[in-house]
């Protein structure tokens, strides 16, 4: 019996991260209420508050979910050298392409969220820091790469880093807004390979 209401309080908190995403999504984080994420799935707002203290906290909870779904489905590792950093971002962008919520998940936390002080803490308490995940696995990556002389001995990695993760997340907004129609994952390789080609040229 017990592990059934522990089955059953997982499938309950799983029903209101999708709900809090869908309400987040369409009202924006601060005007989105327990009362809002609650009725969307008909629960009462003490079923809500029974599993989240408060909004930060679900705000963490659900970056966390996401994220390990995410690596779950992909069953990613940290890529070695250029080729499997190119195929990383390859995964990354067909992830995404193929995936309507993520998309959502995505949009809402780049330019709907009020990045406080307060829910910064509270998500990288519970799902680490985000912002500097790209650039730790390219830094790895280029690190291998230039080890292995697949790139000039002289390249600098810092700022070969801050190109390629622009250049993803630069791509990655545009998709996200829609503001113009173009295939991710094509696009990003495309620049991608004629980034590391010039780099590779220094090799000479």
């Known amino acids: ?23 987040f999504y369409e009202k924006g984080f601060s005007c ?26 679900l705000l963490a909870d659900m970056i966390r979910h996401w994220a390990e779904m995410k690596h779950r489905e992909n069953d990613e590792q940290r890529p070695e050298g250029l080729s499997e950093l190119r195929d990383f971002f390859r995964r990354e962008a067909e992830y995404m392409e193929q995936n309507p919520d ?14 406080s ?13 985000l912002h500097d995940f790209h650039f730790k696995i390219v830094k790895h990556a280029l690190t291998t790469a230039k080890k292995n002389g697949e790139i000039a001995a002289e390249t600098d990695i810092r700022a070969l880093c801050v190109i ?12 996200i807004c829609k503001e113009a129609k173009f295939n ?4 990003f390789l495309e620049g991608f390979d004629r980034v590391m080609e010039k780099n590779q040229n220094l090799k000479g």
Request: a positive charge; proline letters at 0%; charged letters at 25%.
């Open 1 to 23: 019996m017990a592990r059934k209401t522990r089955e059953e309080s997982e499938n309950t908190k799983a029903l209101i991260l999708r709900s809090a995403l869908d309400c």
């Open 32 to 57: 989105t209420t327990f009362e809002d994420i609650a009725a969307r799935i008909n629960l009462t707002k003490g079923a809500v508050y029974w599993h989240f203290k408060n909004k930060g906290e």
């Open 102 to 115: 993520v998309q959502k998940f995505v949009f809402f936390t780049l330019f709907q969220i009020e990045w």
């Open 117 to 129: 002080d307060s829910i910064c803490n509270e998500v990288e308490k519970k799902a680490g820091k």
């Open 164 to 175: 390629i993760v622009g250049l993803w997340r630069g791509l990655l907004n545009t998709y």
């Open 184 to 187: 991710l994952s094509q696009t």
